[in-house]
């Protein structure tokens, strides 16, 4: 059986390529009729459709994963760090094949796709050190004769649930982590880009992978909630929006999980007067736009000083209308968003920043685009002097907006950015380093950049947000990923000894 079937398309007219579950090392078609559309949205068709799984289809990949848990949490260190050496030579040799997928299914441009996935195999390498943050801890001779250490074990099957913005990086988030250290995988991608995490794990399989250790069902709710409340599941890594984080953590802790949430954000870029404007304008347009804005560490709000705000407007201004929108395989700087329902949705914001009184600088409805008349395009969009109280600044938009809020000071800055919901990424930009000093202690914010838009922690830290940017206190990969997929178990051990022996009830002390 291949990857993908075939079935009626949405109109029922053509046949369209099925996305099938990976599962026990094959694809899966499931016992579910239900399928979901996967578009290009560079061309505004349905390329293909992806399998919706049932509860039951999600049982058989856990059942799969579970089988595959003993003879993989007893295979060597040795034998799971070569088999992720492998899949990290292969991954970084096939790039290119990757980002094709990414560009089809998401629209990102080719270069930002290979960005994601460089980003991704960053963790597939901290995944080959899994032995040196996984040694656990020796004390000897605690008390006369009696040794106490520490071991860090696997969990056993874990679920992994991820958002489109990222099909290929997110995943890659976990999975390597989860793996190198011995648990076994159920991953659910996103329905509207699913085609990544399937590559992924037939790659991994390539690698020398056993079957079952890494499954991947596709879906929707159905196919959440079935790994949510499945009793052998010991643990949720979750990455999408604040509502369904929430949802996520709440249903998966009730069920006695171990749990990972990572939710939205709405990233402000704090502009000082002293700053160098031209690298603050470029680090705007990069940060805002990158991505048509699909980046949960997109910058969305840029809060520029009095003094330098009109001066800062004009260049990130002049920028924009240097960007070109289009077709992500053909060198544009952005390309479309994920759907014509998102895309009127984010074009929506203009309406409603025009009735709230911010004044729209760069209009992105209609954009000149270098493609496809039906892709779900949005150019470039500049609104200055965005009220506080306006959805255009309290929503996570999601799309290539950039907002501008101007403040008299530092203070008022900062103020601002800790009233906010959120609090997943933020970045100063000045040349005082007394004020960004201030800045990274008192900001409530997770991950903080200083003269740097887009703070994503390299693999070796954690990344995670703070208030309603990440639920319970799990971060994603670096030491909290090794933290986090393993359990651990601390030993007190005693070899008999001819002094040893006699009663005692007390409760044990040292001697
Ligand atoms: P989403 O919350 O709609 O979906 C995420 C996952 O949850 C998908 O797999 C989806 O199928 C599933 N899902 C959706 N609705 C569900 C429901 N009602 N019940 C159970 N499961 C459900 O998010 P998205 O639109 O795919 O991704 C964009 C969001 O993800 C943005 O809010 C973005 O900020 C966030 N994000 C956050 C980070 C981070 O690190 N904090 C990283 C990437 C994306």
Redesign the pocket.
């Known amino acids: 059986m291949t990857d993908t079937q075939t079935a009626p398309s949405a109109e029922g007219t053509e046949t369209a390529e099925l996305v099938e579950h990976w599962i026990d090392g094959a694809p899966a078609s499931g016992d579910s009729d239900r399928t979901g559309p996967v578009y290009n949205p560079a061309l505004g068709v349905v390329q293909r459709r992806v399998r919706f799984a049932s509860t039951e289809d999600v049982d058989v990949a856990v059942e799969a994963a579970a089988r595959a848990f003993p003879a993989w949490r007893d295979a060597s260190i040795a034998k799971r760090q070569q088999v992720m050496f492998r899949f990290r030579e292969l991954l970084a040799s096939r790039t290119d094949e990757l980002a094709a997928i990414l560009t089809a299914e998401h629209g990102k441009v080719t270069a930002d796709a290979l960005g994601e996935i460089a980003r991704g195999l960053e963790v597939v390498e901290l995944a080959c050190a899994m032995p040196a943050y996984t040694k656990g801890e020796y004390s000897e001779n605690v008390s006369t004769g009696i040794d106490v250490y520490s071991l860090r074990q696997p969990l056993g099957v874990v679920g992994i649930?991820?958002?489109?913005?990222?099909p290929a990086m997110?995943p890659l988030w976990f999975f390597p982590l989860a793996i190198a250290t011995g648990n076994t995988v159920v991953l659910?991608?996103?329905?509207?880009d699913p085609s990544a995490a399937v590559w992924l794990a037939r790659l991994f399989q390539e690698a020398g992978l056993p079957d079952g250790v890494l499954n991947v069902v596709h879906?929707?709710?159905v196919a959440?909630?079935a790994l949510l409340e499945h009793p052998t599941v010991r643990s949720i890594s979750?990455?999408?929006?604040?509502p369904?984080?929430r949802?996520?953590y709440a249903t998966a802790t009730a069920n006695g999980k171990r749990v990972q949430a990572?939710?939205?954000?709405k990233n402000h870029m704090l502009v000082l007067p002293d700053a160098d404007l031209d690298l603050a304008a470029d680090a705007a347009v990069n940060a805002g736009f990158g991505s048509a804005g699909e980046?949960?560490m997109a910058i969305s709000a840029v809060v520029a000083v009095d003094a330098i705000a009109d001066e800062l407007v004009e260049k990130i201004s002049e920028r924009m209308g240097r960007l070109t929108t289009g077709d992500g395989t053909r060198g544009c700087d952005m390309g479309p968003l994920i759907t014509r329902e998102h895309r009127d949705k984010v074009a929506g914001y203009l309406d409603v920043a025009g009735e709230d009184g911010a004044s729209v600088v760069v209009d992105g409805r209609d954009p000149e685009v270098d493609g496809a008349p039906d892709g779900f395009w949005m150019g470039p969009t500049l609104i200055d002097k965005v009220p506080t109280s306006s959805a255009v600044y309290r929503d996570?938009i999601?799309g290539p907006v950039l907002s501008v809020v101007r403040v008299d000071g530092y203070e008022e800055g900062l103020d601002l950015i800790n009233a906010s919901r959120y609090g997943?990424g933020t970045a100063i930009f000045t040349n005082d380093g007394g004020a960004a000093r201030r800045f990274q202690r008192e900001v409530t914010v997770g991950m903080v950049g200083i003269n740097v838009p887009i703070p994503v922690p390299v693999a070796y830290h954690s990344?995670?947000?703070w208030k309603d940017?990440?639920f319970g206190d799990a971060k994603?990969y670096g030491p909290r990923g090794f933290d986090f997929f393993t359990q651990e178990k601390a030993i007190t051990s005693r070899w008999l000894d001819p002094s040893h022996g006699g009663l005692n009830l007390g409760f044990p002390q040292h001697d």
Do not use: H, M, Q, W
């Not at 990572?262 to 954000?265: D, I, R, S, T």
């Open positions: 649930i991820s958002p489109f913005n990222f997110v659910k991608p996103s329905e509207k879906g929707d709710k959440v909630d979750f990455v999408g929006s604040t369904i984080a949802y996520i990572l939710g939205g954000a980046r949960c996570e999601f997943n990344f995670g947000g940017s990440l994603a």
